[in-house]
């Protein structure tokens, strides 16, 4: 028995071995920045300092010292911040794609800042411009938004430990806490355990389920527009409108757009044309044609800024 | 059957853990996933997709389909089998063989003596042999064999395919067993030898495309279905070049097939085909080859089918 069961050990590290290097060698999964929850905000950031390559990437990717991925100019005035989820952080396409870098050479004259993370919901996207006014104090912020991204921010909606949410009946911010923090430790430490974790989905497929479901509240139309209403309240009290631009995907839900209006947030919606947005073919994010299409919406909102019409002010 | 019974029935003595038994169960059940995980699942996706749109292929490509299909069904079953096989042998149980390299059998006797041999076993002892079994006059052995056929398709579901195929094969054994010859093919086929010889070999393909031929009543929906799939096989078409969407699927599965078969021809006179394979040569090889049966699990994992019996 002694024997059977040290020589099956031994061959298990070897198959181990084997196809971690088969894994590394051949790339077959992306490299995924390590994160930290910053312990004043609570904001998810990533480890300052890192790089590594997205899946089928050529490009790498880098997260700079401000723990976040992109474009990070803060040279010029004025400066505007790009602020939501792996749309803005874009991290499967080279960063000529992303939206700082496509204005950037349309703008040469002003500084942009991304500060894209995978997840951020509303008030985490509110919450990060916050966390900017502290450390670059931007002119404006653009804050990239899909409808689930505000049912996302309200407690009473959905849990997401995660994410930085409102409790909106205590007008409480909640903290992001870091989920799984030990199996996130071995899998970003063994590339084969996080292959085979996203090839045999065993229990990511209930997240992912959680997550659709989730989704698919978050998508109807009857959502409960009493409780976003309150949200937006609570927003105008807390935050600097002023400086809050609201840039809202494709399709997204009229009245939630009329409400962050009547709520006193400017906003523009891009609009789909032609053959949609080119989403990548490998997710559903936008592939660099979309984020050119993205980039040509958001240029004559910035020159409408930046040139103001005469007697208009910033 | 008889003999699996008693055989658990006394097992109730103290077993002890035998290294040797372990390993040969491990190996078995590593090959029992490699058989359904790799050359079933793969198989299935093809042979779905061609199944499901029959119309839209030509004669050529139809029978790429009831190729894979072929192999799929072998891989579910064989593949189970040799799982479940695998496991008891690491807890001290041996099983009886039930797969015995059918897809090599000179004619369609042989073939069932080599396939499903659990099941088979059972009807032959519990229904041929109480109505008579190959005794007594020709009408009588004619009808005890369609009994047995029919009975084994409709033991598979309530489908006028299942009957069809029951009868289909009891066509295909009947001729074997009033001639006599049912029993002329017991040993292995090439015994001792690396290849076949030309008679073999033709008796092999013989015996492989009835089956082929058989097994497209028993993937078809209907009986409709299976006519106009054998129509479009038997139609010009057939000398076309056979088009597939999904080509690259289609080359892999095929390059896997081939080298499954090689491999299951090598072992096609032990238990299962991996038993000896590589046992004189040193651990190294040994693990090396285990470890490729391995990572082809991972890198080439179809797209998880439900195993077919789970329908019947």
């Known amino acids: ?314 | 059957m008889k003999e699996q019974l008693i055989y658990f029935l006394n097992s109730t003595k103290k077993r002890t853990f035998e290294y040797n038994k372990a390993v040969d169960g491990l190996r078995q059940l590593l090959w029992g996933l490699f058989k359904k995980i790799v050359i079933a699942d793969n198989s299935a996706q093809i042979a779905n997709e061609i199944f499901n749109n029959s119309t839209e292929y030509s004669g050529s490509t139809l029978v790429l389909g009831a190729v894979f299909f072929t192999f799929q069904i072998y891989g579910d079953f064989s593949g189970y089998s040799d799982m479940a096989i695998g496991i008891s042998r690491l807890f001290g149980f041996k099983l009886k063989q039930n797969f015995a390299a059918p897809y090599f059998s000179r004619d369609i006797a042989e073939f069932w003596r080599r396939w499903h041999i659990s099941l088979s076993t059972w009807f032959r002892d519990y229904l041929y042999i109480p109505l008579g079994g190959s005794r007594g006059k020709t009408y009588m052995k004619v009808r005890n064999t369609f009994i047995i056929f029919i009975t084994s398709g409709f033991w598979h579901g309530a489908n006028w395919t299942f009957i069809v195929w029951g009868a289909l094969n009891a066509l295909y054994f009947l001729p074997l067993l009033l001639q006599k010859k049912n029993k002329i093919h017991s040993d292995v086929v090439a015994q001792g030898k690396l290849l076949p010889n030309l008679k073999e070999f033709y008796q092999i393909s013989k015996t492989f495309s009835l089956t082929l031929i058989a097994w497209i009543f028993f993937r078809a929906d209907n009986i409709g279905h299976a006519w106009s799939f054998l129509k479009t096989i038997f139609s010009k078409s057939l000398f076309t070049f056979p088009h597939f969407s999904e080509k690259d699927l289609a080359v892999n599965t095929s390059i896997l097939i081939i080298i499954f078969l090689i491999v299951e021809w090598l072992g096609r006179e032990n238990q299962y085909a991996i038993e000896k394979l590589g046992l004189n040569k040193n651990r190294s090889i040994r693990w090396l080859f285990y470890l490729m049966i391995i990572i082809s699990l991972f890198w080439f994992t179809g797209q998880e089918q439900q195993f077919i019996y789970f329908q019947f």
């Open chain 1, 1 to 314: 028995m002694i024997k059977f069961i040290s020589q099956l050990t031994l061959f298990a590290i070897i198959t181990f071995g084997t196809g971690e290097l088969i894994v590394r060698s051949l790339k077959l999964t992306s490299d995924i920045p390590q994160r930290l929850v910053e312990p004043e905000t609570g904001l998810q950031l990533y480890k300052p300092g890192q790089s590594g390559y997205f899946r089928n990437a050529k490009e790498k990717w880098h997260v700079n010292d401000y723990g976040m991925l992109g474009v990070a100019d803060t040279s010029k005035k004025p400066l505007f911040s790009f602020i939501g989820d792996s749309y803005i952080e874009n991290i499967m396409n080279p960063i000529s794609c992303n939206q700082g870098f496509l204005l950037q050479s349309h703008f040469e004259n002003y500084s942009f800042f991304e500060a894209g993370r995978s997840g951020v919901n509303f008030i985490e996207a509110l919450e990060i411009s916050n966390y900017l006014e502290t450390i670059i104090s931007p002119t404006y912020h653009l804050i990239y938004l899909g409808d689930g991204d505000f049912k996302e921010s309200i407690i009473s909606q959905g849990r997401y430990t995660d994410r930085v949410q409102v409790d909106l009946d205590q007008k409480l911010i909640l903290k992001a806490k870091m989920k799984s923090p030990l199996a996130k430790r071995i899998l970003y430490s063994s590339k084969l355990l996080y292959y085979l974790y996203l090839r045999f989905p065993l229990f990511i497929d209930k997240q992912n389920k959680g997550e659709t479901i989730n989704e698919n509240i978050a998508k109807k139309p009857n959502f409960d527009i009493s409780e976003i209403s309150k949200l937006f309240n609570f927003c105008s009290s807390r935050y600097n409108l002023n400086k809050i631009i609201l840039v809202f995907h494709p399709n997204a839900n009229d009245k939630i757009i009329e409400q962050t209006t009547l709520s006193g947030f400017k906003n523009i919606l891009l609009r789909e044309h032609n053959n949609g947005w080119g989403l990548s073919k490998y997710d559903g994010h936008w592939s660099c044609y979309g984020h050119k299409e993205a980039t040509k919406q958001v240029i004559p909102l910035i020159e409408s800024i930046v040139k103001p019409p005469t007697g208009a002010h910033l």
